[in-house]
């Protein structure tokens, strides 16, 4: 039952590939900080591997059949990708699912304000996050304004090194004792993560004169106004690349691994994919660290009509086929786990945790404390995936998410589950899951393409 580190496992030539994935790895990450911009570079990547946009094969009267590659998007936040597969699609489909959205937080509709001669931008926090992480760091704005005569304007600010960067402040240690005596949770408090943006103020205006200067600037590289606020996207992320972390450069620390590692290698996997029996589909959906709710999120129908849409372009739509399909399909619901960390034992138990390097994480059950809010695989399904893995000398672990009374957390699998399908949790296990900079293991990574491309070609 043990499971060993797996580096003195591999081949050179494993060892390359295991490099230039995850520096394509961290590239991606570097590209996609949000759900939009993860979107928009998985189209670039499909669309290079040969993916048509369904859209186009749909206003074209298109026939799909076995061996085609395509891809549709949803509001610019989801994306569904399939390679059609040689056997009937009532089959069922083999599916990778993952999220692109990560903790991080969001503009207010109303947030730009002054106070004595500092310029703020207030924030309200997205998902679950320790507060007092996310202050005095580098901090980024990235997102998009929708202006009223139609057109969207892209924002990123903080990347590149000629730009400036934000932050948010804390107290110092010589005046917070009374802070100090806070709980953690309390430290730093929701209202009071408001984003440092400015100090200058504009020549000959008296009334909230640095405001006016960052308005003024705004205008000036945007062409937007202040009443654009109250259409625009605008997420406070960590500024700065994905890093190889360690001396020995074994692992990547990056803003996003939760779930972006899995979402990467599950684009690759499909992207990979050739020719498939069943045919093979990748999700990757928004709004999961708030409850897969939302027209984007996983509870929405978008998945559904997508397929509906198939279907009907392989000639072979009927609602109850649509019903067939998605009963018979087969998930890894691939999010990520908490890897062991050695500093914090306490909160794991040590036989059924995930470790570092030591291969992607089965999680048969998530969910808190007595499973609630669980979806847990069926032992059948856990030995078919074995059998699978095994065979290509995949290398995994199995884990729960700490202790039993520790806590918990959920992820999309339970939602496809209420298809009737056949799923379970797969990931990457991450250090430091949900602070502003993540730790994942690069061996952890590969095993994770290993896995899903694997699991496709079943």
């Known amino acids: 039952m043990e499971r060993k580190n797996i580096w003195n496992s591999y ?31 998985s189209v670039a990547l499909a669309e290079k591997a040969g993916f048509q946009n ?62 004595t001669e500092l310029a703020y931008l207030d924030t309200h926090y997205y998902g679950g996050i320790k507060k007092y992480q996310w202050v005095t760091i580098p901090l980024a704005l990235h997102g998009v304004i929708a202006k009223k005569d139609g057109s969207v304007v892209d924002v990123c600010i903080g990347e590149d090194e000629k ?54 600037l705004l205008k000036e590289k945007y062409d937007v106004e202040e009443e654009d606020f109250l259409s625009a996207e605008l997420e406070v992320v960590p500024a700065g690349k994905a890093r190889e972390c360690g001396l020995d450069r074994s692992m990547v620390l990056a803003y996003g691994h939760d ?20 045919t093979a589909c990748c999700i990757l959906v928004d709004k999961e660290e708030i409850g897969s709710v939302g027209a984007t999120g ?37 999010d990520v786990s908490a890897a062991y960390d050695p500093e914090y034992g306490a909160a794991f138990e040590k036989k059924n945790t ?15 404390r007595g499973k609630s809010g669980s979806n847990d695989a069926n032992a059948e399904y856990v030995a078919q995936l074995r059998a699978v893995l095994d065979k290509q000398d995949v290398k995994y672990q ?21 298809y009737g399908m056949q799923v379970i949790d797969c990931g990457v296990a991450v250090l430091s899951m949900h602070a502003p900079w993540e730790i994942v293991s690069k061996a952890d990574v590969y095993e994770a393409k290993r896995c899903y491309t694997a699991f496709l070609a079943v």
Do not use: W
């Not at 806070?182 to 009334?207: H, Q, R, S, W, Y």
């Not at 899995?262 to 499909?270: H, K, N, Q, R």
């Open 163 to 216: 730009d400036p960067v934000f932050c948010i402040t804390d107290l110092l240690v010589h005046l917070s004792g009374e802070q100090l005596e806070k709980k953690a949770a309390k430290v730093v408090e929701g209202e009071a993560l408001n984003l440092l943006i400015g100090n200058m103020p504009l020549a000959d205006t008296e009334k909230d004169a640095v405001k006016a200067n960052i308005l003024k």
């Open 54 to 115: 369904l859209q186009d094969v749909i206003k074209n009267g298109q026939r799909l059949q076995a061996g085609d590659r395509v891809y549709a998007t949803y509001m610019g936040k989801a994306i569904a990708l399939f390679v059609i597969g040689t056997k009937d699609i009532e089959k069922g489909m083999n599916i990778l699912g993952a999220h692109i959205d990560s903790p991080r937080l969001d503009l207010k509709q109303n947030p730009l304000y002054e106070d």
């Open 259 to 278: 779930d972006r590692v899995c979402a990467y290698t599950s684009l690759e996997a499909i992207l990979d994919v050739k020719k498939v029996k069943h």
């Open 298 to 334: 996983m509870q929405s129908r978008f998945f559904e009509n997508i397929v509906a849409e198939l279907l009907n372009c392989m000639g072979d739509y009927s609602d109850l086929k649509l019903r067939r399909v998605l009963a018979n399909s087969r998930m890894l619901s691939s």
């Open 11 to 41: 081949t050179k030539k494993q060892l390359a590939e295991l490099e230039t994935l995850n520096k394509n790895y961290r590239r991606f990450l570097d590209a996609g900080k949000t759900e939009r911009e993860c979107v928009k570079e």
């Open 398 to 418: 199995t884990a729960e998410l700490g202790k039993v009374d520790f806590g918990g957390g959920g992820t999309i699998a339970y939602i496809l589950a209420l």
């Open 354 to 368: 995930a470790y570092f390097a030591r291969g992607i994480v089965f999680n048969k059950y998530t969910g808190a």
